[in-house]
Nanobody, 115 residues
């Protein structure tokens, strides 16, 4: 029913920027809340940012003021603009979409921030 494709990950120096994109497809149902999560090796997956269809946002405290989430409803695409990146931001970033009562995940994209 739903597939998500992430792009934009890579290697960047501390203080630099990256922009992640996630294009979602849903055959019959409206995609509601979309978000970005991340998981570092040996750590639990955590919420980075989420955005509702109407544009309400929620951010983890660790990224407030540095990351911005946005979406294009016509394209069913969610973006994560990441500025002033820190080494502790290094993780696999996953896109999540909520459709009806179910949640769907992308396969993840690696973000590595060097000192």
């Amino acid at each position: 029913q739903v597939q998500l494709v992430e792009s934009g990950g890579g290697l960047v120096q501390a203080g630099g920027s990256l922009r992640l994109s996630c294009a979602a497809s849903s055959t019959f149902f409206t995609i509601n809340t979309m978000g970005w999560y991340r998981q570092a090796p040996g750590k639990q997956r955590e919420l980075v940012a989420a955005i509702t269809r109407s544009g309400s946002t929620n951010y983890a405290d660790s990224v407030k003021g540095r990351f911005t989430i946005s979406r294009d409803n016509a394209l069913n695409t969610v973006y994560l603009q990441m500025n002033k990146l820190k080494p502790e931001d290094t993780a696999v970033y996953y896109c999540k979409s909520e459709v009806g009562f179910s949640a769907y995940w992308g396969r993840g994209t690696q973000v590595t921030v060097s000192s």
